[in-house]
């Protein structure tokens, strides 16, 4: 068998037809080959599941652990102690001597035939909880519990009671445990009002306005300043109703009632976040709160609706949708403040006033009483701008930098300062607060009332004890109590044509439950 140069067969044993045949062959063969390389499908989708495992456990269940870490924190806790309960219970339940009880009883089999029936000459049950001298939280958290619900019981069905005002130790020291929002819970309420000076009288009045405000609410959740019922004064802003259902919850929660699981207003509640949450606008970072406004309402809509969510969320932290917007409408505010001047007034990024940075500093606040976080930027832009429109070195403020100092734009001034990290030792806040006491209480101005009064309570003291009796003696006096509009109060204050009879409600009810809704800054267990 012989080949030529270039002949790729032997020209006596192959033909053309031969030759095709070897290279159909070839590529037949090499077909088959990369079919048997190919991996099998259910081998595919085992690959494909476990890169979707893989996923998860590396991307997925961190990402979610991260975001839920408040609410996993929490219910460990709240595991671990429960556990604790649950062990001390049984172990108070077991005879004396129980591991030489569980011994006998595991080593010893009882023979059936032996077993004799035991009559009982006297069932002995084990001693209450409360007639033992335990000094351990358990006891502390039930007996708190129990006087609370009794004593608020008669309060809500309308009944007279006495407060003590002399708290226990056992009552202070639950109020130190409680967080800033504490005093509305059911355990802490009862001890606020006994420390800081409330009365059957004042409770009641709270009940009667959240009562009014329960009446007047509209179907879709809402309040609104034209429409405050019969017998009661309209104001005059027709769509500002994300402000006047702020106002209105806020009242709801300063008292501890909650959309989820405290209080006889979980539905009322419930309504009107709905409503603030249905008319939220903005975009994924930030939410745009102001709604329908009129005038110059709109940024002080913003600061209240975001004080409603943040507080909300404090109160029921495990509502995770409600945090996600509460920490957008924050995000507005920081992204809305004077980059120069460092505060807020109307309209985004104007020049600020301090009435209306007043209300952005609460709500920043309140955010961060949730765990929300606030920028440490925004911060400072409020200090600045709190030192421009201070007078005699922060002692007193002004409405506008470089203007003349007021009462009431001198509380709002010293509130924000406190809540900014101004100390007790501070002269400019000792001043500023001497001023504010020798004032007193206005007859009318209850925009001044509702900020001095929380300044007043901060600070505590003597200057406290005389403030608040003329001011809860003048709000419990004046509120109507009979008729269509029972529960809340004839508007007086000169701000009070905007918002009619529902804005001068809900400020004194607010001022009356200064007791539990924010407890005192500066408070200390020995006062």
Known sequence: MSTRPGEL????????DGARSVLQEVTSRRRARRRRRLRPAWM????????????????????????????????????????????????????????????????????????????????????????????????????VFDDTTRDLAAVDAGKDFELDLEPTQQDLASLAKLGEFGGRSSLGKQAAIRKYGGTAESERAVNLGLKWLRKI??????????????????????STTMGSTSLALLCFMGAGHTHLSYGEYRTVVSGGLNYLTKNASGDRTSADMRGDYEGNSGMYVQGLATICLCEAYALEPKDYRLKKLARRAVRFIEKTQDKRGGGWRYEPGQPGDTSVVGWQVMALQSAKAGDISVSGQTGRGVRHFLDSAQTNN???????????????????????????????????????????????????????????????????????????????????????????????WAPRDPHAGSGGQIYETALSLLTLEIYYRYLPIYRQIED
């Not at 067969?9 to 053309?16: A, I, N, S």
């Not at 609410?217 to 027709?238: H, I, M, V």
Request: aromatic residues 8%.
């Open 44 to 143: 595919l989708s085992a690959v494909r599941t476990v890169s979707r495992l893989r996923l998860i456990i590396t991307r997925t269940i961190p990402e979610w652990a991260r975001l839920h870490r408040q609410h996993l924190m929490t219910a460990s806790i709240s595991f671990v102690l429960h556990l604790m309960i649950a062990i001390l219970m049984t172990l108070w339940m077991l005879p004396e001597d129980p591991t030489r009880w569980m011994s006998t009883l595991m080593a010893v089999p009882v023979p059936k035939e032996e077993v004799q029936a035991v009559e009982l000459v006297e069932v002995v049950q084990p001693a209450l909880l409360d007639e033992q001298e335990f000094e351990n939280t358990v006891q502390q958290v039930l007996e």
């Open 394 to 488: 922060g002692e007193r403020y002004a409405y506008m930098p470089d203007g003349g100092a007021s009462p009431a734009m001198t509380s709002v001034g010293l509130l924000c300062r406190m809540y900014m990290g101004w100390r007790r030792d501070h002269s400019s806040l000792r001043r500023g607060v001497g001023y504010l006491s020798a004032l007193g209480p206005h007859g009318e101005d209850m925009y001044y009332n509702y900020y001095a009064t929380q300044v007043i309570h901060h600070w505590g003291g003597n200057e406290w004890r005389k403030w608040n009796t003329v001011m809860r003696e003048q709000l419990v006096s004046r509120q109507i109590t009979e008729g269509p509009a029972t529960g809340s």
């Open 9 to 16: 067969f032997p020209d006596d044993d192959l033909t053309v």
């Open 217 to 238: 609410q509209q179907a879709d959740g809402s309040w609104s300043f034209r429409q405050a019922g019969k017998e009661a004064r309209n104001g005059r802003l027709r």
